[in-house]
């Protein structure tokens, strides 16, 4: 895991995440009344993909954190989601800051509608960092699976392309967010948003890739 910063690595063998391959990935719960909690399926079937397809060995069910909890830097990678309003207390913000500094990983996935609420918060803790539309050529799009026209299109709601947009620290990739794509839909049982199978293993082979990025 070379992308993990060394503290992370420690705080997860001192708390025995690491332990027989027992690494965990997490929910990451906020306050404002938006829906973090949407698409409950999605995590887990990304990791049974992952574990199946890519050579991963995370555990099965993932946990569920809250951002301003030290519990954060117990795990490498973790997700936000949701429709609605999202809001950063000023201790959520030092220690997202200070967990993606250390070298955790932030995926945001726009649930169609989180997009007015993330940016102003993600700019808090980043004031000094705008986000930036990743280059089809960046590696996240070519792991395992590849995508050469970036991100695949899973629902369409405004007739509005797909993007991936990054937050870079000291030209590292901190955070990834996966725009107008639905990304935690797809990763949902196909039934639950009467998706088709082939949308289904899209979504989840692009997710394959972002935990592929970041366990390298």
């Given at each position: 895991m070379k992308?993990?910063?060394?503290?992370?690595?420690?705080?997860?063998?001192?708390?025995?995440?690491?332990?027989?391959?027992?690494?965990?990935?997490?929910?990451?719960?906020?306050?404002?009344?938006?829906?973090?909690?949407?698409?409950?399926?999605?995590?887990?079937?990304?990791?049974?993909?992952?574990?199946?397809?890519?050579?991963?060995?995370?555990?099965?069910?993932?946990?569920?954190?809250?951002?301003?909890?030290?519990?954060l830097f117990n795990y490498p990678f973790v997700h936000i989601t949701g429709h609605g309003n999202i809001v950063f207390t000023e201790n959520d913000v030092k220690n997202l800051r200070t967990y993606l500094i250390a070298g955790g990983f932030l995926h945001i996935d726009d649930n169609y509608g989180i997009d007015q609420y993330i940016r102003p918060q993600m700019k808090k803790v980043f004031p000094?960092?705008?986000?930036?539309?990743?280059?089809?050529?960046?590696?996240?799009?070519?792991?395992?699976?590849?995508?050469?026209?970036?991100?695949?299109?899973?629902h369409e709601h405004d007739d509005n392309p797909p993007q991936g947009f990054g937050l870079f620290w000291e030209g590292r990739l901190v955070c990834f967010y996966t725009y107008e794509c639905d990304l935690g839909d797809g990763w949902e049982h196909p039934a639950v948003h009467n998706d088709t199978e082939e949308a289904h293993l899209e979504a989840l082979k692009m997710g394959a890739n972002i935990i592929e990025f970041v366990f390298d």
């Open positions: 992308k993990i910063h060394i503290l992370i690595v420690l705080i997860l063998l001192s708390t025995n995440v690491f332990c027989q391959g027992n690494v965990k990935i997490a929910l990451v719960k906020y306050s404002g009344g938006g829906d973090w909690y949407s698409n409950p399926t999605s995590l887990p079937n990304l990791i049974k993909f992952c574990n199946e397809n890519i050579g991963t060995n995370i555990h099965p069910e993932p946990a569920t954190v809250d951002v301003g909890s030290a519990d000094e960092l705008d986000f930036i539309e990743l280059p089809f050529s960046h590696p996240i799009y070519h792991q395992t699976f590849d995508y050469p026209n970036g991100l695949p299109k899973i």
